[in-house]
């Protein structure tokens, strides 16, 4: 069955510092790949998509790689802070468009 | 440009009661989605409209959930009984369209609670 697995445990960084989130998948070969991002009490947030055939996609302060070989994303913020203090979702893409999401890893950045 | 819209917030209820959650989608947007979110997991797809067809329930508990959306705009999700295991945040999405790659705009959510 299809399988998608974020950082495993919460995330703590220093202010300044880049943060790098890990979304791994099995069983399936997605199309392309959202970010978002989930603060508490609210729906998530769109933040990035990347497609099959993109290596790297950027925004801002916001970089996300997409290797299908590996059957991996990884999303960074760089010069991250206190404000970035989130969880971000990751959700490969499925049949009929559709979006498959992860469990999120939750990001603290101290200050 | 409005969000997407749902009611109520928040939910209490006794297993074996009724619940309705509405959601209003961004106009224009032809696709519209109901998650279930448990604590500490990911948004879990439960039905998806395109206009007012259904174009995938099968991750819907049939026998106990229901969806519809009249005329193609706003949608009720309900649920007929509850059970303890319902307990979640329930989150309507819109996107423009679900034959891209449209982004997902999400609504605040209701939070249910089954007692």
């Known amino acids: 069955s299809q399988k998608i697995e974020q950082n495993s445990e919460a995330l703590n960084i220093q202010e300044g510092k880049t943060a790098t989130l890990t979304c791994n998948y099995t069983?399936?070969?997605?199309?392309?790949l959202q970010w978002y991002r989930q603060d508490p009490g609210r729906g998530p947030v769109f933040l990035l998509l990347i497609r099959e055939n993109e290596k790297e996609k950027r925004k801002e302060r916001l970089k996300v790689t997409f290797d299908t070989t590996l059957k991996q994303s990884l999303f960074h913020i760089t010069a991250s802070q206190p404000a970035d203090s989130a969880t971000y979702l990751c959700a490969p893409s499925g049949s009929a468009r559709q979006l498959t999401f992860g469990s999120g890893t939750q990001l603290t950045v101290l200050p | 440009e409005a969000g997407v819209a749902q009611s109520p917030r928040y939910k209490i209820i006794e297993k074996r009661q009724s619940v309705a959650f509405w959601c209003n989608p961004i106009?224009?947007?032809?696709?519209l989605y109901w998650y279930q979110q448990i604590l500490g997991q990911g948004p879990k797809l439960l039905i998806q409209f395109q206009n007012n067809g259904v174009v995938d329930d099968s991750q819907l508990p049939k026998d106990r959930f229901s969806a519809e959306r009249l005329k193609g705009v706003d949608s009720t999700l309900k649920i007929q009984p509850a059970k303890l295991e319902d307990s979640a945040v329930y989150l309507c999405a819109s996107s423009p369209t679900g034959t891209g790659y449209n982004e997902q705009f999400f609504g605040p959510g209701t939070r249910l609670t089954v007692l």
């Open positions: 069983n399936y070969s997605p199309a392309y």
């Open positions: 106009s224009g947007h032809a696709t």
